[in-house]
C-alpha cells in the first residue's frame, strides 16, 4: 500500500473494490479486492453447481493468486430455489456482480422481418428469464447515426420492454433492398443525422457528440463502408464499459456482413473480451441466407467470429428464439466470484487472467482480463459520456456514489408555449468539502424515450463562491410531453460527480378558461444566490433572454426559494403566482391555498394575504404570504387552486418540501 495515501474511501471501477485511493494525482499503488466471474459447464453443457473455493485455481499476469473471497449464483428451478452464498459479507452489501445485459438491434444489417423477429426474441428473453437483481440496456445501431441509446442501464423489465419496443428506426424493407442500400451509400453524403423522430440518445461515434454539439458529415470514404463504422463505434462502446464491474452481456441481433470484414470482427470481439464482454449474436437472417448463395450464407461467419473471440455464442437461427434464450440463461445465470486482493496502480494497464479447475471433465469460463483502473483526465470522450450517462440516468450509478442536491421543476405557459425553469440549490461547502475544483456543469433533460432535448454545459469555480448555497437555474421552451431533467457536476480531474434529478410534465396551451403555473415559493429573510445556464445559442442573446425575475417579479436576493428542505418553526413563506385566464371577458377569480401532511388524507385551508400584483401580457402575478402552522417533521404538500367562476373553470398546482 502506498505511504502517501491521505484518505479512504470506497468506489467501484472494473469490477474493483477500491479499498484506499491515493489522493496525489499520480494514483501510485492502492490495495483492492479484486473480482472474477466464473462459468463451469460440464461434458453435456450443464452448468456445474457444486464446486468451493478449494476447486479453482487462479492467475493473474502469470502470478498464482491466494482466493481470499468466493461467492456461488445458482438459477432457481423448479426443483431448487435461487441460491446466493458467501464467505465474505463485503461482496454481498457492497458489490453489484450481478447480471447485466446489452441488447444491439443491429439496424444496418436487418430488414423488416429481421427487426421483427429480433425485437420478439429480446422481448422473450426479458419475459422469461430475468432475475431479481438483474439489470438490461437497449441500444440500437445505423450507419447514418451510429449507436443511439434508448434505455441505460436498469433493474425495471417494464422500461427495458418499451424501450426494445421503441427503436422505430425502419430498416430497408428486403434482402434485396437491402444490399441496395449499400450501393446508394457509396455514392452519397448524408447531411443530416438527427430529426425530431429520433429516439434515444447518441452515444459517441464518428459522426458526431452526444450533448447538442453539431453532428458531422461522415467522410465518402467512412460512408462507402457502413462495417467498419460499425466495428469502430462498437469497439469504442466496448472500450467505455470498462468503468462496469463483472461480466457484461451483449445480445446482438444482426444478419451479419460480408465475409472480407472477418478479421475486423475478429479484432471487435478481442475488444470486448478484453473489457469483460461476452457477445451472443443471433442472426436474424440467417435461415433465409441458406437459400441465397453461398456468399449469403458466409455473413454469418463474421457473427459466429465475433462470438467466439469474445467468449459469447452464435446462434444461427432467430426463428428459434426459445431455444437460444434458455441456453444464454444456462450459460450466464450459474456463476461463481473468485476474489483476491492485489496491489494495483492506476495506470490503465491490462492483467491477463487465467483460471483453472482441479476438478477434470468440465469447461472453464472466466473474462480473459482486466484493464487497472485510470485517471479521469485519461478517458476518452466517449468514456467520459457514458460515465455522464451513467450519474445522469442510473438511480445507483456504477462509476461511483455522487453527491445528491434537490431540484425543483416549475412550469410557466401561455396560449402559444409552455415553459420550464430547472432551480437547483446546490450546496456550495458540501461541493468544496468533497474535494470539487475546477468543475464541469451539466445540464441535461430527456424525453420518454429517452432523447436528449436540451443540453447546456460550462464549468464553475466554486471557491469564488463565498455563500453556502448556490441557487442555478435553468430556462427551456419544450412541446407538451413528460420530462427527465438531469443537472451533473463533475470534477475534471477527479470525474467526482454529484447530481440533481426531477422531473417535468409540460401539459398543452391553454386553449380557454384558466390556469395556473407552479408557484415559486420563498423563505422571507434568507439572502439567496443565483447563477443561470444558458444554451450557446442563446449567449449570443444574453441581454434578451428570460431571467427568473422576468418570469417571477417581487424576486428578491433578501429571499431564498424554497427548494425541498424547510427549517422546523418556518411560520410565513411567500409564494408567486403566476395564473392566466383565456377567452373569458371578464373573469372573477378566487384563489385557495391548501397544505397536506404526505401521510394523511386531510387537507387544511391555510390563510393568507395579497403582498402585491402585476400583469404580464395574458399572465396575473401575485405575491402572497402564506401562515403556515408549527408543523413537525415530514413530507408536506401545499395545493394552490384557482377557479375562476363566471366559466366554471378550475386549475391547480401542487409543490411539495419537508420538514426537516
Known amino acids: 500500500m502506498s505511504a502517501k495515501i491521505k484518505f479512504s474511501l470506497i468506489v467501484f471501477f472494473a469490477g474493483i473494490v477500491v479499498v484506499a485511493i491515493p489522493q496525489d494525482i499520480q494514483h501510485e499503488v492502492t490495495v483492492t479486492l479484486k473480482l472474477i466471474q466464473v462459468y463451469v459447464l460440464d461434458n453435456k453443457r450443464n452448468p456445474v453447481t457444486d464446486l468451493k473455493k478449494e476447486d479453482f485455481i487462479l492467475y493473474d499476469n502469470g502470478n498464482l493468486q491466494t482466493i481470499t473471497d468466493f461467492e456461488t449464483h445458482f438459477l432457481t428451478t423448479p426443483e431448487k430455489p435461487s441460491e446466493i452464498k458467501t464467505l465474505h459479507p463485503l461482496l454481498e452489501s457492497d458489490l453489484r456482480m450481478n447480471r447485466k445485459f446489452l441488447f444491439i438491434l443491429d439496424i444496418q444489417r436487418n430488414d423488416e422481418i429481421g427487426m421483427i423477429k429480433a425485437k420478439r426474441a429480446a422481448l422473450h428473453f426479458v419475459d422469461n428469464h430475468f432475475i431479481s437483481g438483474d439489470e438490461a440496456e437497449v441500444l440500437s445501431y445505423s450507419p447514418l447515426r451510429g449507436l443511439i441509446l434508448h434505455e441505460y442501464l436498469t433493474s425495471d423489465q417494464q422500461k427495458i420492454r418499451e424501450a426494445i419496443s421503441r427503436a422505430k428506426e425502419i430498416p430497408v424493407k428486403t434482402l434485396a433492398d437491402r444490399d441496395e442500400e449499400k450501393e446508394k451509400m457509396s455514392m452519397n453524403r448524408v447531411t443530416k443525422m438527427d430529426s425530431e423522430s429520433d429516439v434515444g440518445t447518441k452515444i459517441g461515434g464518428q459522426y458526431g457528440k452526444m450533448l447538442g454539439s453539431p453532428f458531422s458529415v461522415p467522410s465518402l470514404e467512412d ?103 434458455q441456453e444464454i440463461q444456462n450459460i450466464t445465470g450459474n456463476y461463481y466470484v473468485l476474489g483476491y486482493y492485489i496491489d494495483e496502480r492506476w495506470d490503465g494497464r491490462y492483467h491477463n487472467i487465467e483460471v483453472k479447475l482441479k476438478r477434470k471433465g468440465c469447461e472453464v469460463f472466466a473474462q480473459g482480463g482486466y484493464f487497472n483502473p485510470k485517471p479521469f483526465t485519461e478517458f476518452s470522450e466517449l468514456e467520459k459520456q457514458l460515465h455522464l450517462i451513467d450519474l445522469a ?268
Open 393 to 660: 440516468l442510473s438511480e445507483n450509478p456504477y462509476s461511483q456514489e455522487p453527491l445528491r442536491f434537490p431540484l425543483e421543476t416549475l412550469t410557466f405557459s401561455n396560449r402559444k408555449e409552455t415553459n420550464l425553469v430547472l432551480l437547483s440549490a446546490i450546496p456550495v461547502e458540501k461541493v468544496k468539502e468533497a474535494g470539487f475544483e475546477e468543475v464541469e456543469m451539466t445540464t441535461l433533460i430527456f424525453s420518454e424515450k429517452n432523447s436528449i432535448i436540451y443540453s447546456s454545459q460550462g464549468k464553475i469555480n466554486f471557491s469564488s463562491i463565498p455563500q453556502k448555497t448556490l441557487y442555478h437555474y435553468v430556462i427551456s421552451s419544450l412541446s407538451p410531453g413528460h420530462y427527465k431533467c438531469r443537472i451533473i457536476l463533475r470534477d475534471l480531474k477527479t470525474g467526482k460527480g454529484a447530481v440533481a434529478s426531477s422531473s417535468a410534465n409540460i401539459i398543452d396551451p391553454l386553449e380557454s378558461g384558466i390556469r395556473i403555473d407552479t408557484p415559486l415559493l420563498l423563505i422571507p429573510k434568507k439572502k439567496a444566490f443565483y447563477s443561470k445556464s444558458m444554451e450557446k445559442d442563446d449567449e449570443k442573446k444574453r441581454k434578451k433572454s428570460l431571467s427568473l425575475i422576468h418570469i417571477y417579479p417581487f424576486l428578491t436576493s433578501e429571499h431564498s426559494p424554497l427548494i425541498r428542505d424547510l427549517d422546523q418553526g418556518t411560520t410565513k413563506l411567500l409564494g408567486v403566482v403566476r395564473y392566466s385566464v383565456i377567452g373569458v371577458e371578464k373573469s372573477n377569480i378566487e384563489l385557495s391555498i391548501y397544505i397536506k401532511k404526505s401521510s394523511s388524507e386531510q387537507k387544511i385551508l391555510l390563510p393568507f394575504s395579497i403582498v402585491a400584483s402585476e400583469k404580464k401580457g395574458e399572465s396575473d402575478i401575485l405575491l402572497v404570504e402564506i401562515q403556515l402552522q408549527e408543523l413537525k417533521p415530514g413530507d408536506y404538500s401545499l395545493e394552490f387552486v384557482t377557479e375562476e367562476i363566471t366559466s366554471n373553470s378550475k386549475s391547480q398546482s401542487t409543490r411539495t418540501f419537508r420538514i426537516k
Open 223 to 325: 460512408a462507402v463502408k457502413p462495417e467498419m463504422s460499425f466495428v469502430i463505434d462498437n469497439s469504442e462502446l466496448a472500450k467505455a464499459l470498462r468503468f462496469i464491474p463483472g461480466n457484461k452481456y451483449i445480445i446482438l441481433f444482426s444478419g451479419g456482413s460480408q465475409q472480407s470484414y472477418l478479421e475486423a470482427f475478429a479484432r471487435l470481439g478481442k475488444i470486448f473480451a478484453d473489457s469483460n464482454c461476452q457477445v451472443y449474436t443471433v442472426d436474424t437472417m440467417g435461415i433465409r441466407n441458406h437459400f441465397l448463395g453461398k456468399s449469403k450464407r458466409m455473413e454469418g461467419e463474421t457473427l459466429k467470429e465475433l462470438s467466439e473471440i469474445s467468449g459469447g455464442k452464435y446462434f444461427e437461427n432467430v426463428d428459434e428464439y426459445e431455444t437460444i434464450s
